[in-house]
């Protein structure tokens, strides 16, 4: 079957899903079949059709994430999809394939830390963390233009342009009675300079907020920090029980 004949399955009337087509087709466009035939099933009006190629796109690996952008303002239309699934996986595609010329897409992709569902608002966390410095001033920026009813406008003009507020402010935005504005104080507490901040953590973990309680359990977990970032605390906590060779040197 050719990859032609791939896509022509995924855009059949009544089609419903095929997981071994999807990765069939995935195979395809790591052997290098244009990326740009992904626009036709990305703007698909069945919703199965969009599922699969929004997992194509969220599960690209690194050597190819980068060309999807030119099929970026199809990806960024998902983040407005019925399914929070496709959602989801729109918004782990851009974190990989934008540029600075796609502000718009990431302002819209920040929109969705205020979206309906919490596993989709949990993913908007995970971008904040792991963006670029870049990606996130464009994306906090153009959500205040899309949205200037919304908070995104009060970041900018109490931080400007490095929307990363420090120890001082943490604390009175962790409590804030804007959800929105808590969901991404947690999440630029938890954010990587280099190295975790373990009392940006703690002050997360302390908040009334269960939302965000889970944001700073998760970052413990290493779910929510870049491979780069140093921080063993954060990972795990040091255990009260002596090691396997501590017990032996204690005499246990």
């Not at 908007?124 to 906090?140: E, G």
């Not at 920026?141 to 109490?158: C, G, H, Q, T, Y």
């Not at 409590?175 to 940006?200: K, S």
Request: with cysteine; glycine share 6%; hydrophobic share 45%.
């Amino acid at each position: 079957m050719t990859p032609q004949d791939i896509v022509s399955k995924f855009l059949a009337p009544g089609f419903e899903g095929d997981s071994e087509l999807t990765f069939a087709l995935q195979s395809e466009f790591d052997k290098g079949f244009p990326l740009e035939n992904l626009r036709s099933l990305l703007t698909s009006g069945n919703l199965y059709t969009q599922g699969a190629a929004a997992f194509l796109v969220a599960e690209a690996n690194s050597k190819i994430s980068y060309k999807m952008n030119c099929v970026v303002a199809e990806i960024a239309d998902l983040l407005d999809s019925e399914s929070s699934g496709i959602r989801f996986d729109a918004i782990e595609a851009l974190l990989g394939c934008t540029t600075p010329a796609d502000g718009t897409a990431l302002g819209r992709l920040m929109l969705r830390l205020d979206d309906e569902h919490a596993g989709v608002r949990w993913k908007v966390v995970q971008f904040i963390c792991l963006a670029q410095r870049w990606q996130l001033r464009l994306a906090v920026e153009n959500a205040a233009v899309l949205r200037p009813d919304l908070a995104f406008k009060a970041l900018i003009s109490a931080y400007g342009h490095y929307v990363s507020p420090g120890s001082n402010e943490l604390p009175r935005l962790l409590a804030h009675p804007d959800a929105l504005l808590r969901r991404f104080a947690a999440a630029v507490a938890i954010r990587p300079r280099e190295v975790i901040v373990e009392r940006f953590v703690a002050m997360v973990e302390q908040s009334d907020d269960e939302e965000l309680r889970k944001i700073a359990a998760d970052c413990r977990q290493g779910y929510l920090r870049p491979t780069y970032a140093m921080g063993p605390s954060i990972v795990k906590r040091v255990s009260s029980e002596p090691s396997k060779g501590e017990a032996q040197n204690s005499g246990c």
